[in-house]
């Protein structure tokens, strides 16, 4: 499939593929659309990025609108697929250089194949037209998105000292609680809420694994804006999410790897670090919690507190938007989210649809999610946790393999724990 985004985007027929229009309304019909109010909105925010910061944008942005317009059961195999994906660009020249480094990120991100081209005409970055006393004032950036581990991540880089601009991607449900968790991590952070607002010129894939990116391109982008950055120094960008979800196992051999995020996997983050470098932004990606569980994030919160505060309002589930923005309690996110509230021990006040996981049908237990987790806690019961992850304990994507393995194993004995509690097994 080819994808194309660029500016006066003109329509394509859908066999041969589809095309979107980046940073601008589409002129045409049966043309997409991608962040067309971003230029606007950072202008709005005083935020006046370089070309460079501003191209890698709009690669990640483009890349999550093929990633969102390209159908999975259209390929061969009903979920890989292969993606040609020319982008305009203020430095093709330079682009093309990381063309196949980016390819190979984006592949190891979303499980498909990416062939990369750039092309001139690329829109500009907003420029400052006038002065202006807004201005971006942090330390270090902090990815904010609603969830636990980006709540307990802000929450400690508060706690230890720093003053990070917290930056969020909008999303449906989500955007208020934003809101509410940036003004009581403190009154004088910058919060910064960013939306990429794609829209496909036909359906719309629901998986979207590659959207990530441009939560990592808008973490760059804010990075790229502050004073320390403009005066040489580097800029930390913390990507908070706990180890067992970063390692991404397959809980069975039937599920596949990119049906969960792999956003801070060991080597995904290193493949984009190795993007970065190579487009010399002094920006570093952190994870501080890969070696950590979602309970042992929870326990070992630098603000307890504050957690308490606000840890309910968070959100974890994969089909949150599905159920009325309420958690359903059965997907993989809802049962590692109850499994660390139980290790947590102060109780879980969330809401679930599906609260009673041991009644015996397949709504509830022998619903598939709770299969596969019940399924990989007996697997490592009756083997161990390096037979059940297999391949993705991997030298070559981790060094030294057995730190994870550890993070892994006490990851299942957390989903034991309240599988068990639970009645599910």
């Excluded at 709005?44 to 910061?53: E, F, K, M, V």
């Excluded at 003053?163 to 989500?174: H, K, R, T, Y």
Aim: glycine share 8%; proline share 5%; net charge negative.
């Amino acid at each position: 499939m080819t994808v194309i985004c660029r500016q006066n985007a003109i329509p394509i027929d859908p066999s041969d593929g589809m095309a979107f229009s980046l940073f601008e309304q589409p002129k045409w019909p049966g043309v997409g659309r991608v962040a067309a109010a971003m230029p606007q909105r950072l202008r709005s925010l005083g935020i006046y990025p370089s070309s460079r910061a501003w191209d890698f944008l709009a690669i990640a942005l483009s890349t999550a609108a093929a990633d969102q317009g390209c159908l999975r059961n259209s390929s061969p195999d009903g979920w890989t697929r292969e993606i040609n994906l020319e982008v305009s660009v203020t430095d093709p020249e330079f682009w093309s250089t990381q063309a196949q480094a980016i390819g190979a990120a984006v592949r190891f991100l979303t499980g498909d194949i990416w062939h990369f081209s750039f092309i001139a005409g690329g829109v500009a970055p907003p420029r400052q037209k006038r002065y202006t006393r807004r201005r971006t004032i942090g330390d270090s950036i902090c990815l904010l998105s609603g969830g636990v581990d980006s709540l307990v991540g802000a929450i400690d880089a508060v706690a230890s000292g720093l003053s990070p601009v917290l930056v969020s991607q909008v999303a449906q449900g989500d955007s208020s609680r934003q809101k509410d968790f940036a003004e009581m991590l403190g009154e004088d952070l910058t919060h910064i809420q960013l939306s990429h607002a794609i829209k496909p010129p036909g359906q719309a894939e629901r998986s979207q694994r590659a959207r990530s990116i441009v939560f990592i391109a808008y973490g760059v982008l804010a990075a790229s804006v502050l004073p320390q950055y403009r005066h040489g120094e580097s800029v930390n960008l913390l990507i908070p999410e706990n180890g067992f979800i970063s390692l991404n196992v397959p809980l069975t051999p039937l599920r596949i790897g990119s049906l969960s995020t792999r956003t801070t996997h060991p080597f995904f983050m290193r493949q984009v670090q190795d993007i970065l470098d190579g487009a010399e932004f002094r920006v570093q990606l952190l994870n501080p919690y890969q070696l950590k569980t979602k309970g042992e994030m929870l326990v070992e919160c630098m603000d307890q507190p504050l957690l308490e505060d606000l840890v309910f309002q968070s959100t974890s589930c994969s089909r949150f938007s599905r159920f009325t923005y309420e958690h359903c309690g059965r997907c993989v996110p809802c049962i590692v989210r109850r499994a660390a509230f139980l290790h947590w021990g102060k109780g879980d006040e969330t809401s679930y649809v599906y609260e009673d996981l041991s009644i015996p049908n397949d709504v509830y237990r022998d619903f598939d999610d709770v299969r596969s987790v019940a399924f990989a806690a007996l697997q490592v019961e009756r083997s161990s946790i390096e037979a059940w992850a297999g391949g993705a304990l991997n030298y070559m994507h981790l060094g030294d393999t057995s730190p994870y393995a550890d993070m892994a194993g006490r990851g299942i004995a957390e989903l034991r724990e309240f599988l068990d509690q639970a009645g599910v097994i």
